[in-house]
DNA sequence: GACCATTAGAGTCCCAGAGG
DNA sequence: CCTCTGGGACTCTAATGGTC
């Protein structure tokens, strides 16, 4: 690229002759003050990354051949490790000039000049136009190039046109959209004077429009505050919106299971290497392998997160098949919508992968671990719901409202299997179950599936008492046929107990006072017991029931 | 980003009843 | 007798939010 700095001179007197152009940051005063070494290398870097002085060419100290830098961008995509900036090519199609710095860019970019080239710094293999300036000197040391000048010239030109070929692709779709835009925009503002739909359109930019009128039109960048992005977090949305985000969600996790070849159920493999020795090398070599060593930034990954959102994007550029979620204009979600999802997906994918005892043994303990404690919990959830069906039938027969007594902390935990499997095997644990409940022989116990009660420790036999109470009424209330519906049969008083605390302190009386003293002994649980004890017993409970009988003449049971 | 607990929702299993 | 459908209970998966 030619800068006015960057004449083929190497002299040194040449570089003190050269006009020093003053970055406009820098004020004159500062200027003068400044060491001429680094008013030269200032000047340079200007020159190198923008300046808004404008620069005139003289041919006599420029040389013929050089071109104004400034005035046409694409003489200077010579270069691999450059590309244009698409917003330059855009305005030239649409025959205006930027003359605001572009919105969102930083204080220090703002500085760039409009045509300007921008350093493809991922791709960039070469040193950068700005280095290879610096080293200018040492350029002039290598051979001189086999190729005649004007030979050079015409490769420069080939490569030029060629990479311009696909940029231009690239930015004509990205025109075709803002025209989509405009063309949305004017539907509803007749004022609108831009540029009219399809004039000056490339091919490719037609062919783009015309295939998009077989299809749905998708949702739109925002080009407002209005729109919610689905990339929001699910608290920040409307209802819909979270439909919407689980809804794409959904589809890029799918998709990521498919470009992977791993169904649900599966389990992910340990690495690609292991995949090729499970043996069906043909089958598996189309698949994408998740580097779960890795992270989202991992370069493996980020392929895969780009064939999620292609192909998922892909998907649904036919009108039949995006999901009545996903067609709602006041959500905006594209491609990197898709990716971010891929992304959350993985994250999921990596703790599932690491829960397989082959990656991290531990891991899988503790994974088997939240899953009983996941079924447990909704078994309480489900008990506290249907002892709460009988709390009418209850209060009519005992007169009291044992409704603050339920809560799914309090309800006593049932496992479908031993405690220690390593101690006893769920065969065995099935058959002293059956035989506990009079169940011995093996075609029996086929059909059938067992729930031991785990006695929590903490509870006092009163609270049990009332709780074993409301289920039995509700047991009782069932139809046969319903009964025959719960294949699970429920065994107590096994001497199965747990010691673990529930996180919220129950009514006095509804503490095993015992247990608490030995508890308090210990000392280490102390900071969960602090309020316990402190909760006085409701009305018709306890110390309760003697408060309630002065006033109510009411005794329990009745 | 890892880890964990919680949650929503989908999947599975079993059964009953309707209809051919 | 077979198939389909719907419902209930239970289980599992994946997302989410909070904390570190």
Partial sequence: MYSPTSSTSSSSNMATRQSLIRPDYITPEAWAKLDRTVQLNLSKLNSTFGTSQTYIHDPQTDGPREPNPYLNPRTQTSQNDMIIDPDILEQERLGTTRSQPR??????????????????????????????????????????????????????????????????????????????EKENRSDTNTNYRGPSKRRGASTAAKRAARRRTNHKALPLPPDDDTREDLRMSKSELSTSAQVAKRCLQKLARNKFRFICGIPKGTN??????????????????????????????????????????????????????????????????????????AKTSFRGFKEEWKKQPEIDPMKAKRGLEQKRLL?????????????????????????????????????????????????????????????MMGISTPAALMNVRFLETIKPNWRSDELSDIFLTLHTSWWVSLTAKEREGYNFLRV????????????????????????????????????????????????????????????????PGQ
């Fill in 268 to 341: 992910w493999p340990c690495s690609a290497q292991d995949r090729e020795d499970d043996g069906d090398n043909d089958e598996n070599e189309d698949f994408y392998t998740p580097n779960f060593l890795g992270d989202v930034d991992n370069v493996e990954n980020q392929e895969i997160f780009a064939a999620v959102a292609a192909q998922v994007f892909n998907d649904l550029q036919n009108a039949e098949d995006v999901p009545d979620e996903l067609t709602n204009p006041d959500h905006h979600w594209d491609k990197s919508t898709i990716f971010e999802f």
């Fill in 492 to 555: 107590r008083d096994t001497g199965r107990a747990s010691d673990v605390i529930p996180l919220l302190a129950p009514f006095n009386f509804g503490i095993n006072q015992r247990w608490l003293e030995v508890q308090k002994s210990r000392g280490e649980n102390s900071h969960i017991l602090m309020d316990w004890n402190t909760f006085q017993d409701p009305d018709g409970f306890g110390e309760g029931v003697e408060a309630d009988a002065l006033g109510d003449e009411f005794q």
């Fill in 375 to 435: 079924r447990w919990s909704s078994r309480r959830k489900e008990k506290v719901k249907r002892l709460a069906m009988m709390v009418p039938a209850y209060v009519e027969e005992y007169g009291v409202d044992p409704t603050c007594l339920l809560d799914e902390k309090h309800m006593s935990d049932e496992a479908s299997g031993p405690e220690d499997e390593d101690v006893e095997t769920k065969e065995q644990w099935k058959s002293r179950m059956g035989s």
């Fill in 103 to 180: 919105r969102g860019r930083g204080r220090g970019q703002s500085r760039v000049p409009s045509g300007r080239l921008i350093p493809q710094q991922t791709r960039s293999r070469t040193p950068s136009r700005s280095s290879q300036h610096q080293f200018s000197r040492d350029r002039s040391r290598s051979p001189p190039s086999q190729l005649p000048l004007p030979s050079m010239l015409n490769e420069v030109e080939k490569r030029f046109d060629a990479q311009l070929g696909m940029l231009q692709e690239k930015i004509y779709a990205k025109f075709s959209e803002l025209e989509r």
